[in-house]
């Protein structure tokens, strides 16, 4: 089988290629390039020539086909564009999904079929299924990895299956000190190599900086809103399950202005660094953020309720099974495992699906319920779907 494997540079995606030319299939390496601007990035962040040259080693030592492709301008669009216009709303987007969902898996895979691919692989710790219905259509499953610790499921959370029926993970059954152990045998380029931090293809930025592109800082204040704020009290049982998916609604009047900041867009909910105020015993965490008036409320202290929040609610457009087959028909409920940001354990909730769109109901106070992110269902180790959290 004539397989295209995504390299990127690193050791993930050189042990895919060499495992599967191993196992005997025709494989092809194809490395993108999906961004050009250095704005914002962080001085000594794994350049993209290096990735280059490095996944160019790999190949030469394979020897396999290598193959080059500049997508940055359906990146810019699809993905860097995205970014922009959920931060100025005062959302927090999730690039990664949107890269696996845009690029990886439509735009990469496009020009992989140029190349004859029948197949495309990546270096995503997780794993693929097929299983038959009745009716002998073929349906596929998304799974997590062996590893827990490097678990990359929750990144492809919104494939769909037409997508997943061209997809390879063939270190997806592996654990992390394996793959390097495999490397160091085979005398890959890659094999110490670090892995990439921060966002897909940009690499690790300073965010202010990198939004200043498009969003103009703008002086606001920051105010603090005390633990005790009547805000924060909800009389609710678990079927006012839509009351308890509301943010807090919280005003200048709620609190005390402590400080002033550069701009509500550049902020997130949950977020400890950068707010500029010291002097306290505890740590200031972003409790809120209001784009229209630039306000940044904190509370102090990682118990502070306005951190948590017991339900959140995907809108209706925003549901994304990955088997249309496993949706849930509105009036039914099912328990699932849910994550709401990469490396978070999985949590035991309820799923509601209402005429309004879907609820989710914790059963433990979730930190940093935040909008824009991805909230992904999860049946053991099968991932169901995912959703783009409105609320």
């Known amino acids: 089988m004539r397989v295209v494997v995504g390299l990127s540079g690193g050791v993930d995606s ?19 390039r999906n961004w050009h601007d250095t704005t914002g990035t962080l001085e000594g962040d794994c350049p993209w ?81 097929e299983w038959c219905d009745n009716e002998g259509v073929t349906h596929y499953r998304l799974l997590s990895g062996r590893d827990t610790n490097k678990d990359q499921s929750y990144f492809l959370c919104q494939l769909s299956q037409q997508q997943l029926s061209y997809a390879m993970f063939p270190i997806g059954e592996l654990l992390k ?13 890659t094999a110490k190599r670090k892995d990439s931090q921060g ?25 603090e809103i005390l633990p005790h704020s009547p805000r924060f009290v909800r009389e609710c049982s678990k079927e006012d399950y839509k009351a308890l998916a509301e943010p807090y609604r919280m005003t200048v009047r709620d609190g005390k202005k402590i400080g002033t900041h550069q701009g509500a867009h550049f902020y997130t909910i949950g977020q400890r660094k950068g707010l500029g105020i010291g002097g306290r015993k505890e740590s200031l965490f972003v409790i809120g953020i209001d784009v229209k008036d630039n306000v940044v409320y904190v509370g102090e202290g990682d118990n502070h309720p306005g951190l948590y929040r017991k339900a ?45 769109g879907l609820y989710i ?12 992110q991805f909230a992904a269902w999860y049946d053991g180790d099968t991932l169901l779907g995912s959703g783009v959290i409105a609320k």
């Open 312 to 356: 959140l609610h995907i809108n209706s457009e925003d549901i994304h099974w990955i088997d249309p087959s496993m949706g849930m028909h509105i009036g039914e409920r099912r328990r699932y495992e849910v994550r709401i940001r990469y490396r978070q354990p999985l949590q035991q909730a309820e799923l509601i699906m209402d005429t309004e």
């Open 49 to 129: 020539y290096d990735d280059q040259v490095f996944a160019e080693l790999v190949a030469k030592r394979l020897d396999i086909e290598f193959h080059y492709v500049d997508l940055s301008e359906q990146y810019r669009q699809r993905v860097v564009e995205y970014m922009f216009s959920e931060y100025e709303a005062g959302r927090t987007p999730n690039p990664d999904v949107l890269c696996n969902r845009e690029i990886k898996f439509d735009v990469f895979l496009k020009e992989a079929l140029k190349l004859g691919a029948e197949r495309v692989a990546t270096g995503h710790y997780c794993r693929r299924e």
């Open 14 to 32: 050189s042990v895919a290629a060499y495992l599967l030319k191993e196992q005997g299939h025709d494989v092809v390496g194809l490395f993108m």
């Open 177 to 189: 000190p394996e793959v390097r152990r495999i490397a160091e045998e085979q005398r890959l380029a």
């Open 361 to 372: 109901l914790f059963d433990e106070p979730q930190r940093g319920v935040t909008q824009g």
């Open 199 to 223: 966002i897909c293809f940009v690499g690790k930025v300073d965010l202010p900086v990198f939004l200043q592109q498009r969003l103009a800082a703008k002086e606001g204040n920051v105010h």
